[in-house]
């Protein structure tokens, strides 16, 4: 198991910003992709971006698409998910992943860690 730390959620009003940090024991250069999830209550954990070893290849949700950025920094071993415009719906639980297998990234299924999660909630 590889532990995986996220921090940096909380609440914030509609419209602010938030940077999630997901800290990794391991070196995050060794994970083909490093995700982020999320899951409010009642509902499926839904995808909300990845991005592959090297950084230039990422790929986000449609509900986030244009608001939020994924990055990371394999010296630090750790990935982030920078939040904008922030909407209530965001609201929910944010997982990080890594996954080892080529593959589209996009699913739970193709991620081999999960960390604990963050709770993010967004008020109107």
């Known amino acids: 198991q590889v532990p995986l730390v996220e921090s940096g959620g909380g609440l914030v009003q509609a419209g602010g910003s938030l940077r999630l940090s997901c800290a990794a024991s391991?070196?995050?250069?060794?994970?083909?992709?490093m995700g982020w999830f999320r899951q409010a209550p009642g509902k499926e954990r839904e995808f909300v971006a990845r991005?592959?070893?090297?950084?230039?290849?990422?790929s986000y949700g449609d509900s986030v698409k244009g608001r939020f950025t994924i990055s990371r920094d394999n010296a630090k071993n750790t990935v982030y998910l920078q939040m904008n415009t922030l909407k209530p719906e965001d609201t929910a639980v944010y997982y990080c992943?890594?996954?080892?297998?080529?593959?589209?990234?996009?699913?739970?299924?193709?991620?081999?860690?999960w960390g604990q999660g963050t709770q993010v909630t967004v008020s109107s």
């Open positions: 991005i592959r070893r090297g950084g230039a290849d990422t």
């Open positions: 391991g070196r995050t250069s060794s994970y083909y992709f």
């Open positions: 992943a890594a996954g080892q297998r080529t593959s589209l990234g996009v699913s739970t299924s193709d991620y081999d860690y």
